[in-house]
């Protein structure tokens, strides 16, 4: 068997248990929701302990819960019995996760959790388990064969309890209102924290180097205005000066190969009406989300009374470490 071909029986087997884990989800996936969202209400946080490759996914868990508002820790089972265990509070929630359910570290630590008053949520793929009979709440996570060529090496297994962690994760984050600038508050630093905490206007070409024009200015004045300006296109605005329409060097090209008289029209008769704009007061990720859903290269920003008062070239972008 080639090695690429290897790959994708890998791909194969990995995605065919994530839809069986997906099929088997029932009403303790909510609960688990639930009990969660409580729990964090009451300003105690998740403690998520697992072993071996179960722990490596434990900490992405964790990790992801944070990230996205859920206060939570990292428990080591063999840690926790030498002393660990201090970081458990009354009416944690715990998430526990062993595949067979049988994992001896996390067996052994089940009994000192119960003494604390928490709650388990178990991740496992035996409802019939040790781990599953000490647990309020058991997510199975049962996938048909790993993708090992022996079905030992945890592979399939251990893509499902990402997966179900990252559903988890998310499905708190919007049971309890998480909004953007939260998420921002928590990523302050590299190319996320910049984009969601920066605002448009921060970032905006403006004054001298954002083309604004009349919509009764010719087209060969409006050119000069861009050539000043140095940008791609011109901001139309109305005698009131509302944003009317945008007009761009593409346009100009376009309207030339057929109309040489084009030169002499007013902008309003060769312009894009109702163009794609953004508040100033917006976040730069939101103008980045806009770049990569149309197919434009300049964003006209706008103020409350929809002037025109800047524009965000997406050639910008990379010096800003926006993308």
Known sequence: MSHLRRA???????????????????????????AI???????????????????????KIAATLASTG????????????????????????????????????LVHLLPALKRFGVRIVALTGTAKSTLARHADVVIECKVP?????????????????????????????????????????RHPSGAIGRAMLVTVGDIMRRGERSAVASETVKVKDALL????????????????????GVFTDGDFRRLMASDEAVLDLPLKLVMTRKPICIRDTALAVEALRIFNERNIDDLIVVNAKREPVGLVDSQDLPKLKLM
């Open 145 to 185: 064969r790993e993708a090992c060529s022996f079905n030992l090496a945890p592979t399939s297994s251990t893509t499902a309890m990402l997966v179900m962690g990252d559903a988890l994760a998310l499905a708190v984050m919007e049971a309890r209102g998480f909004r953007v600038k939260d998420y921002a508050k």
């Open 8 to 34: 994708r029986e890998v791909f194969a087997i990995e995605l065919s248990a994530l839809r069986a884990v997906r099929d088997s989800l029932d009403a303790s996936f909510d609960a688990a929701v639930e």
């Open 225 to 244: 205005v861009m050539t000043r300006a140095k940008s791609g296109s011109v901001s139309v605005i109305t005698r009131t000066g509302k944003l009317a």
């Open 70 to 105: 859920s206060t939570a820790v990292v428990l080591d089972p063999v840690d926790a019995l030498h002393g660990d265990l201090g970081l458990v509070q009354d009416a944690d929630l715990v998430i526990a996760l062993s595949y067979s359910g049988e994992s001896e570290e």
């Open 37 to 59: 969202v409580e729990t964090l209400a009451r300003r105690n946080k998740v403690v998520v302990a697992g072993i071996g490759k179960s722990g490596n996914i434990g900490r």
